[in-house]
């Protein structure tokens, strides 16, 4: 029998990764900046080309893989039932001059499913944090846990749902979209969505430099070396994460929240407890023995989400017991 | 064969409904008040003592009827795995004296799912807005709808969530706590849970009548009429909705939400509007087509919900079809 492999797919707004894997674990990866500029089908025949290079990479016949697993960011649209991207740091057509003058088109939608599937039988997309929480679920700090949120505080916020064991996906694969719940009705921080008080405006690594003046890595940074001015700007951002946590917990009866994300996995220490008061304070009939955790798969998560979305399920008891998901070194 | 007859149980913070159901529709509704003093226990053998009496008004067999469906008030906690309630309005020990020094009882919690499971094999506990979409879902406005919520604007605010075809209950039964998610940081308007400025605060019936000084009928009426004061609060109310069915859209990427409770049922119509503006202004590419109806079972939502959740599948056919939910005149 011919040996069977998978492809995989992190889209990202800044660069995209193709991933090729067998049952023995992943087998090679390529990576380029995301394109954004000619037509709308780009960003999926880079996508092709990547997988073919990946393949190329490994030695694989790139026309035996049948099989595709996409971890992209969002949100997604169906046209005609199949996922396109609406992601405003990839479509220039849905941002105002003004506001993302750098993008070199005015796509309205990028056509993703229907451009891979000229390629591959078996397309399954899913927003870049479902994905991180399939893996993590399989391979790393979610194993067995029905109730359970991914949730990612960097750039901006991300959200992927499980509730009953059930991945939470939506009508359009939206899902997990809580970075743009609405907290604030007095912030004048707006997000790149155009609304004002979301979790992202509040407290996204983007917003936070705006409102310190320097990166969201050098807040937290003066803030834990007592800097005042600092301090208060982080702790205004726990108490704003840890308010988001409340209400996804109120809305979903989650146990715990694996917190990944660049500001969370350098000072998460410090956030802790600030954003941990801001919860078990409120509610204990819904809050009580929510936990945090950190993720296991980390920097491997994005690749690993999307090579899971596609792997056959006889294949995970060997890539969780012998951690094939670290097999190949990310460079 | 012998007939097979199921039990539903309806439990509010007022009221106690049960209901006998067959094969051929609902047969006998006994109800009460909810029982608040004396052992924990009471309100649970309450719930068997009016089984067997609708049983008998219904010339059933109480000892053959083996599953019963229960659509309940929570919050819900799980001791030794089993469903108990630890509802403010019900359990006098969750809640300071000078706010609820009414309670006649000291109760922690409300033992129910144990209670019931001395005389019945098969137990099914629902909060009650995940019974009432149960029901929209197999007889109602949310058939076929697979990202769909069950909302109740009412005394308090309460919510059914499914995603993908799954009923969302989280690990204790607690999904859809919505009502509690916090929407103001500004806001002095107390929720019964304790918190400032959640969905309840800003806006259940209890609520608006404290802003308003009369009730919530008379604050819409006055609004509708023209009276500037109560058409500021009304106004400003269904802002606040309009918010809350946005962030749960933005989390869940909801299709449709049916939406029931007195202020709904009487002035949704003027509400609908207002709620729609601050919904569909946001970020289109989660809230494009998304709808606002109303509930089919109305007044029967809850007795149907509980029955629902004890219903053998193959009776939903003929149930749909023939209407048999409303067979019985709930006088």
Redesign the interface.
Known sequence: MQSLYIGGLDIGGTKMAATIAGAEGPLARVTELTVKSGDARAPGEQGLALLKAACAQAGVDFGAVTTVGVSSCG???KQHGLISL?TPNICGGLVSDDKHGDLPNRWQSVPLESVLREQFETVTIENDCVAALTAERAFGAARGI??CAYVTWSTGIG?G?C??G?L???????????G???????SAAQCG???YGDVEALISGRNLETQYGRSAAELFEAARAGDAAARAIATESAKWFG?AL???T??????VFIIGGSVWQHHGDWLQPLVMQELET??P??T?GVTLVRPQLDSYVADIGALHLAMPPEWEDDWRAAQLWRRFDRG
């Open positions: 949100p997604f649209v609406v029905a109730n959200f749902l509730v009953d059930h939470l996906r939506g009508k359009n694969g939206n899902a997990g979209h809580a743009h719940m609405l907290l604030s009705e007095l969505c155009g609304n308010r409340y209400n996804v109120a809305m979903l009866d989650i146990a409120r509610l009939a819904l009580a």
